[in-house]
């Protein structure tokens, strides 16, 4: 797809903690009346709808937006007996939010444009291999572990390097504004660095807790009161 075929004035479905790039396959659940009308009205247009994170805000049936998100297509439709749709996703290219528009839509929709992400539409094969991501994968499946998080490690690494760090990124248990960071980074490199980065922050703070509430030993407490030797 080509840049200038991407449509300027998009549906936008805020979901918070949750961001999509291009390339990834998505699944949701829709059942929202509004989000229902907007699915409705975009399998009549172009398919497509920008998935965007909302701001912590006390607006909560208007929340602020962040100002990057990524259009994605609908692949797949079905609905379920109970009226819920069922769709997968195509992540195409971030985007900049440029304005919110007015309508009498139950869904907000904004006048967005693509230039500063136009190299999501490249084909171009950035040179990384998956050993560039193990010391990620090791700290991941750490901070997974703890979490209580279940991944197919395996099946991640047969993916390609861009999807492998992508998913991993869409998955991770961040916040949501560490995870609009990922979603900001111009390239993959940038982006391994910013997830490492990320990931030291979370290590560190094991670390320090590990040292905050680990008591002295009964052995260590008696060599405190000995008096050091000048």
Not at 183 to 189: F, I, S, V
Not at 202 to 218: I, K, R
């Amino acid at each position: 797809m080509k840049l200038e075929e991407l449509p300027k004035t998009i549906p936008i479905f805020p979901l918070s903690n949750f961001i999509m790039f291009p390339g990834t396959t998505v699944p949701l659940n829709i059942f929202e009346p509004r989000y229902l009308q907007m699915v409705n009205d975009s399998m009549k247009k172009h398919r497509m709808i920008g998935m965007i994170q909302p701001k912590k805000s006390g607006k909560l049936k208007k929340p602020d937006l962040y100002k990057v998100g990524c259009i994605g297509k609908i692949t797949s439709f079905n609905e379920t007996e109970d009226g819920r749709y069922l769709i997968i996703i195509n992540g195409i290219s971030r985007f900049n939010v440029d304005e919110e528009i007015e309508t009498d839509k139950l869904y907000r929709m904004c006048r967005v444009n693509y230039q500063n992400y136009a190299k999501d539409l490249d084909n171009k094969i950035e040179k990384f291999t998956h050993d560039d991501l193990e010391k990620i994968f090791r700290d991941l499946k750490s901070l997974f572990e703890k979490k209580g998080f279940m991944v197919d490690w395996s099946n991640l690494k047969k993916q390609d390097f861009s999807n492998t760090l992508n998913t991993l990124s869409m998955a991770s248990p961040f916040s949501l504004e560490e995870k609009q960071i990922l979603l900001e980074t111009k390239d993959l490199n940038t982006r391994k660095l910013r997830l490492e980065e990320i990931l030291k922050t979370y290590t560190l703070d094991e670390f320090s807790n590990c040292l905050l509430y680990t008591s002295p030993s009964p052995r260590d407490r008696t060599r405190s009161r000995m008096p050091s030797s000048a």
